[in-house]
């Protein structure tokens, strides 16, 4: 069974960082890029990164490029999103999600990252 | 970036209705030498993640219930559910993975009538 399960989320104060990461389970990690897409609370979904199956290519959503750096360990199936000069407007659950297929197949449940002083 | 924007915003269907949702590129999501369409559809469930419906626009993912089904090509998508059940009230998210940045629709929030 596929799965993937976020942490590392919390209440962070504006201009301060926090490390995300999604471990996954059931399939074969190194086959597949990986992606971190965030959704605002009660807005809509904003995709913020992907990385390759090796670790690259690695590409970011203009609003976080500079901010927020995205890493692979594939000896320990996970992703990360480490997340520097946060704002308001980063608070939003992240799913890390699959991608195949041209879409983003699973996702896991989500991690919450509050920024607020 | 490729702007998606979805029609209409909230919709509400009775039972056993069909649905009926627009997703509209601001430019061509067709990769010709391949001949597929780089949208997909989703479905969110209130407090769950989003779950994959529909691929290249028209391939429903495997598990997904028949009365799903995805049309279009170009710039002008489309997913109908046949026949509304109880269990499809949720959210729907088009997203097109043609070119960088990846981008969603706004959503369309499908309701009971």
């Known amino acids: 069974q596929v799965d993937l399960v976020e942490s590392g989320g919390g209440l962070v104060k504006p201009g301060g960082s926090l490390r995300l990461s999604c471990a996954a389970s059931g399939f074969i990690f190194s086959d597949y890029y990986m992606a971190w897409i965030r959704q605002a609370p009660g807005k809509g979904l904003e995709w913020v990164s992907y990385i390759g199956s090796t670790g690259s290519p690695i590409h970011y959503a203009d609003s976080v490029k500079g901010r927020f750096t995205m890493s692979r360990d594939n000896a320990k199936d996970s992703i990360y999103l480490e997340m520097n000069s946060l704002r308001a407007e980063d608070t939003a659950m992240y799913y890390c999600?699959?991608?195949?297929?041209?879409?983003?197949?699973?996702w896991g449940q989500g991690t919450l990252v509050t920024v607020s002083s | 970036d490729i702007v998606l924007t979805q029609s209409p915003e909230s919709l509400a269907v009775s039972l056993g209705e069909r649905a009926t949702i627009r997703c509209t590129s601001s430019q061509s999501i067709l990769f010709t030498s391949a001949n597929k369409n780089y949208l997909t559809w989703y479905q969110q469930r209130p407090g769950q993640p989003p779950k994959l419906l529909i691929y290249?626009?028209?391939s429903r993912e495997s598990g997904v219930p028949d009365r799903f089904s995805g049309s279009g090509s170009g710039t002008d998508f489309t997913l109908t559910i046949s026949s509304l059940q109880a269990e499809d009230v949720a959210v729907y998210y088009c997203?097109?993975?043609?070119?960088?940045?990846?981008?969603f629709g706004q959503g369309t929030r499908l309701e009971l009538k």
């Open positions: 999600a699959r991608a195949r297929a041209a879409a983003f197949d699973p």
């Open positions: 997203q097109q993975y043609y070119s960088a940045p990846i981008t």
């Open positions: 290249s626009a028209s």
